[in-house]
């Protein structure tokens, strides 16, 4: 079977996704790219549903209610609900609007609701307020950055050198002071995401803090080829002496896997070929090597197992992970 029709089967049988989950985003860059591996033209029905949902709700931003309320969830749920959707759905729109080389209405809207949101005084200044779910690496104590990174990768992404608008220059600025106060305290995992940005962004990071994140990266290579989620995910102040004795315990208390998963090889592979290290490179050939030979024959997708709870993995919880490190192995062979 061929990968990516083996994967493509797999989401046909799955559905769709909710356009408030972080799978979206990865889905949203693997399809198109999958179209392009077969030479369709056409935009399949659960792609075309995801962007339809993410233009009603770029549409009617002012009159549907958070995805997430403080009534059903808790204090400062719908506001972080806001902050955390308005970055998620400026990425989709400025994904779907360089496809076309042509900024959109719906997607210059996007992008002012993204501005709307952006902090303008405290500590977040620059940044975005975001979802907290004690879910690492999406919603969790290191999402924050995370989020800020994805919003400058959107903006990098939207076509008609929208980045260069005079109206924006000092959220820009914003942004970018944020990304740089808070850079020292990130776990490899963010400082990946701020590398994927710069790629779309000139001038966002400095040459030699690139250099030095290609390089944590490759550091960090298993000597199967791949990477390993929890540990270009766990921030430097998690270190204690169990995780230096090589037991490191999710919040349950069970045991994190350390081997080598499909989300961070795909995402790693990925990052690296958007940054411009060569596909020719050792890394970039071990890496693709990896996922080539750990895609599930069966269903065509990859694994990964969450790194906040032991969840069983045919569950939507289980199958959460292993979504979005499926559309990123994509994103990294097509590549």
């Not at 900024?103 to 996007?110: E, K, M, Q, T």
């Not at 005084?121 to 990174?149: C, H, T, V």
């Not at 990946?192 to 550091?219: C, F, S, Y």
């Given at each position: 079977m061929t990968w990516w029709r083996g994967w493509d089967r797999a989401k046909r049988d799955q559905g769709t996704f909710c356009v408030s989950c972080h799978t979206v985003l990865p889905y949203t860059l693997a399809r198109p790219a999958l179209r392009k591996l077969d030479g369709e033209q056409a935009v399949g029905e659960d792609e075309r549903l995801i962007l339809d949902n993410v233009v009603k709700r770029v549409r009617l931003w002012k009159e549907l209610a958070p995805v997430y309320s403080d009534e059903k969830y808790g204090k400062n749920k719908g506001v972080e609900s806001r902050g955390t959707e308005s970055v998620l759905l400026a990425f989709v729109m400025a994904n779907r609007d360089a496809q076309s080389g042509k900024?959109?209405?719906?997607?210059?809207?996007?992008l002012e609701?993204?501005?709307?949101?952006?902090?303008?005084?405290?500590?977040?200044?620059?940044?975005?307020?975001?979802?907290?779910?004690?879910?690492?690496?999406?919603?969790?104590?290191?999402?924050?950055?995370?989020?800020?990174?994805?919003?400058?990768?959107?903006?990098?992404?939207?076509?008609?050198?929208?980045?260069?608008?005079?109206?924006?220059?000092?959220?820009?600025?914003?942004?970018?002071?944020?990304?740089?106060?808070?850079?020292?305290?990130?776990?490899?995992?963010?400082?990946?995401?701020?590398?994927?940005?710069?790629?779309?962004?000139?001038?966002?990071?400095?040459?030699?803090?690139?250099?030095?994140?290609?390089?944590?990266?490759?550091?960090t290579q298993q000597e199967d080829g791949g990477w390993n989620l929890f540990r270009l995910a766990m921030p430097m102040t998690d270190v204690d002496v169990m995780t230096l004795l090589g037991r490191f315990k999710r919040l349950d208390g069970s045991l994190q896997d350390t081997n080598s998963d499909g989300l961070a090889t795909g995402f790693t592979v990925y990052v690296l070929e958007q940054s411009g290290v060569a596909r020719e490179s050792d890394a970039v050939k071990r890496g693709r090597a990896w996922l080539e030979k750990n895609q599930n024959k069966t269903d065509g997708s990859w694994m990964t197992y969450s790194i906040n709870k032991k969840r069983e993995l045919s569950s939507d919880a289980g199958r959460f992970m292993s979504d979005a490190a499926t559309a990123y192995a994509v994103l990294a062979l097509a590549n």
């Open positions: 900024l959109s209405a719906d997607g210059r809207a996007a609701h993204l501005w709307e949101q952006q902090q303008k005084d405290g500590e977040r200044k620059g940044a975005w307020l975001w979802q907290m779910f004690g879910l690492n690496p999406w919603e969790g104590d290191i999402s924050p950055y995370y989020g800020a990174a994805l919003a400058a990768l959107a903006v990098g992404t939207t076509p008609d050198n929208y980045r260069a608008t005079p109206e924006i220059q000092n959220n820009i600025k914003m942004l970018g002071e944020y990304l740089d106060r808070e850079y020292p305290a990130q776990p490899l995992l963010n400082r990946m995401m701020l590398l994927w940005a710069a790629a779309k962004m000139p001038g966002l990071v400095k040459p030699d803090r690139q250099k030095a994140i290609a390089d944590e990266i490759l550091n």
